[in-house]
């Protein structure tokens, strides 16, 4: 599988944007980028995912960067309730679902 | 509303006990997954399935073995419970065109073995 890599956490204030970034240069053509969150005592959320063009949902945005060797998760106005360990994942099969170490998004009132 | 259901929140069991976890599903999934989840080491798949029937290997097999007799069940099975088994067991759904589709989890079944 190919691999990504987060940043083991980040700050952020209420009310304020939140940048993730997630670095998969190993990506292949096929693989799509995906990201959850897992809230504390739960179990993980999907947030949105991609292939090659920028995504918006209701909870999120990602940018994907032009090569796809990069993305980022952006939350438009952090809430407390977002505080959460985020997770990007490549996803290359119809079956596997594998989690690397995540980011844990503090949010500040 | 989409749900995962796993059988309970909280489980004690005693060393060398046969073990069981369910899991069911309401989406009419074709995959199943579980995963134990420990602090530092995150999310490792266990094992997962693609169809009735069918399972596949995921990273840490070991001491696990499951079965899917009906689409929307998917149980783990610790055939001898060890301490070192003592974790947060997560299981998810998704459909079959998984890689373009969002995956569910349920609430998680935190097992302790004494």
């Known amino acids: 599988d190919a691999k990504t890599t987060q940043p083991n956490s980040m700050e952020s204030n209420e009310e304020e944007p939140v940048h993730l970034p997630c670095n998969h240069s190993t990506i292949s053509g096929t693989d799509y980028i995906h990201w959850y969150r897992q809230l504390p005592s739960q179990g993980p959320e999907y947030v949105i995912h991609g292939l090659t063009s920028n995504v918006n949902n209701r909870m999120a945005s990602l940018a994907i960067a032009e090569d796809r060797k990069s993305s980022t998760l952006i939350l438009h106005r952090a809430t407390l309730r977002d505080a959460a360990v985020y997770y990007c994942?490549?996803?290359?099969?119809?079956?596997?679902?594998?989690f690397g170490a995540g980011t844990t998004v503090t949010v500040r009132a | 509303d989409v749900k995962v259901t796993q059988s309970s929140r909280y489980l004690v069991k005693r060393t060398g006990e046969k073990v069981f976890l369910e899991c069911v599903q309401d989406m009419d999934h074709e995959n199943m997954f579980w995963y134990r989840q420990d602090p530092g080491l995150g999310l490792r798949l266990i094992y997962f399935?693609?169809?009735?029937?069918?399972?596949e290997k995921g990273d840490i097999p070991e001491g696990y073995s499951v079965s899917r007799e009906k689409k929307e069940r998917f149980s783990l099975i610790l055939e001898s419970a060890s301490t070192n088994q003592t974790s947060m067991y997560l299981c998810?759904?998704?459909?079959?065109?998984?890689?373009?589709?969002?995956?569910?989890f349920g609430q998680g079944t935190r097992l302790t073995v004494v």
């Open positions: 399935s693609y169809d009735v029937k069918m399972k």
């Open positions: 994942i490549l996803r290359d099969s119809n079956y596997k679902l594998s």
């Open positions: 998810a759904s998704s459909p079959q065109q998984g890689r373009n589709t969002e995956a569910f």
